[in-house]
């Protein structure tokens, strides 16, 4: 089983900058190979905000590119998104993602309980 616990989430001012973190615990049959953040605001869809693969770069949705910065801490199983710039579209709540196997197979993605941004302007 995995389960991600996500913090960081809190209101700001347009233009300012907030840091989410999600920790993923697991057991020793687990692996994670990627980890995502997604959000959701009302009446939306969820939407992806920016993953990182094992070994492979980053990926980033339109509305992060030049903004965010994902990372990923491999030692504490702990992925980072570093928003800054932020506009008041990026109220939502974002979601931590996880993807990867067991030593049966690929487990069904994992979503955290979700963290709420709010920008106000």
């Known amino acids: 089983q995995v389960q991600l616990m996500e913090s960081g989430g809190g209101s700001v001012q347009a233009g300012g900058s907030l840091r989410l973190s999600c920790v993923a615990v697991?057991?020793?049959?687990?692996?994670?190979?990627?980890m995502a953040w997604y959000r959701q605001a009302p009446g939306q869809q969820r939407e992806l905000v920016a993953k990182?693969?094992?070994?492979?770069?980053?990926q980033y949705g339109v509305s992060a590119k030049g903004r965010f910065t994902i990372s990923r801490d491999y030692a504490k199983n702990t992925v980072y998104l570093q928003m800054n710039g932020l506009k008041p579209e990026d109220t939502a709540v974002y979601y931590c993602?996880?993807?990867?196997?067991?030593?049966?197979?690929?487990?069904?993605?994992?979503w955290g309980q979700g963290t709420l941004v709010t920008v106000s302007s």
């Open positions: 990182i693969t094992n070994g492979d770069r980053p």
């Open positions: 697991y057991g020793m049959s687990f692996t994670v190979n990627t």
């Open positions: 993602n996880a993807e990867g196997d067991t030593e049966v197979g690929r487990y069904q993605p994992v």
